[in-house]
């Protein structure tokens, strides 16, 4: 099978490895600061008790490398702001 490599990973590739540190560190800063923003806007727009849940949401997504449990939720929201 032929597999193709993400620009992401071609790009890892080509970083020496005495600049990974950097790169990794660099990815994490914009990453965190984006998902403030996010946590943020989700407060602003949303009541607080819909807000928290989408938060708790995001996090689990994140950490179960998941995206759908977030989405799933945001969507049923998005349903329900409809009616």
Known sequence: MNKQKSIIEELDSLVPVKNKHSVIESRAAHVITS???????????????????????????ILCKESTKFMRKLNTVKKGQKS
Do not use: F, G, M
Not at 37 to 61: C, F, G, M, N, W
């Open 35 to 61: 998902a403030i923003h996010l946590i943020e806007q989700l407060h602003a727009s949303y009541a607080p008790e819909v807000a928290e849940d989408l938060t708790k949401r995001l996090v689990k997504s």
